[in-house]
């Protein structure tokens, strides 16, 4: 099996399975409503709806532990086990991931009051067990806040379609409340608008990453992990001559017309991408890694058109001229193919055409100098994730 696809595999299944257990999650919170209405066994036995739930609510926790132990064994985000056990003890996004954890820990807690239910009052397991309403919305926040695929179509789609889920079995509930029913369905629809008007100010607009608190030791981490994985330990593949790559992730926008692509690449190499963008201007600079953070050049954009763009990209002793075509690019994402295009100049003309992007105007260098800030900070943001995912 291909090396970078076995380190990068804890990241995907680190993100899948926190989505996995987020949609467990939402099916047992539903189902667990449904079970409080007396009126749901007219039409579904409750054997089966017990059932259902029961068995939901164990793949959520099992869906939980694949979660955490992957994001231990990540070696981008290197968690330790007291950042995935205990609230506000990690330097990552500590609130939004302190909010999953809280979650779980709260499942746990509801979980326990059911094996202790013949040693305590039915009113106090049953105050226990409404602890449950909590679990869905800090599990909602956690996602929002942490995931890397939170702005992408399919993720919007689920978190979209869950709170309606949860929303809709609420107020089916509440109609067997005589007294509080319309108060309980008032104060579900407030609370989930408040989570919309957040996740549109917050994870869904630019400079959510370094707003989040993603920590400032993982803006270096691709120079911390190349400098710890020596060429001895993982060989650096040149390009290929046939280098074709499928290429998509997510834009980030930074000050005035300054963008930045990041995202991944799968084809004749698997590779982690970073393009930074200055549309009035038409130039840039690229940034290729290897999928487990290994540097594999870097270099100017020399022409961007919107809808292409040709680099030159350089390192270890050698340097490609690279073609990216763009088919999609907009505030949420981008995708395309990056091709390679022939070699490139001498290594002393890239880094001098390198360095006359950064400062090739003097009035511009404060300006720049901040955008080159925020490049930096938003470069940890989609490990992070990671929206994770979401995570």
Known sequence: MDTN?????TWYVARGSGMVAYLLLTGAVVLGIALNRRAAGRRVPRLLLDAAHRWLTLGFFAFVVVHAATLLLDPFTRFGLRDVLVPFAS?????????????VELGLAVGASVLVRRWISYRTWHALHALTYLLFPLALLHGLGTGTDTRTLWATAIYVGSVLLVVAAIAWRARSLARWGRPAVAATSLVAVGVLFWAVTGPYAPGWAVAAGTPDRLLDAPAEQSASLTVADVPVPALPTNLDVRISGETLTGKGDRILLRGTGTGTMPLDVAIGLARRQGVGEIQLRTVDHVPLCSGPVDRFDGAALTAICAGHGRSDRLVVTLDRLDDAGFSGVLRWAGP?????????????????????????????????????????????DDD
């Open 5 to 9: 696809f076995d380190l990068s595999l």
């Open 91 to 103: 330097d990552y996004r500590p609130l939004w991931l302190s909010l999953g954890i809280i979650a």
């Open 344 to 388: 490139g100049p001498a290594l002393a003309e890239v880094e001098a055409n390198a360095r006359g992007y950064v400062d090739d105007d003097e009035d511009d260098h404060g300006e720049r100098e901040h955008w080159d800030d925020d490049h930096d900070r938003d470069r940890a943001a989609d490990h992070d994730d990671d929206d994770d």
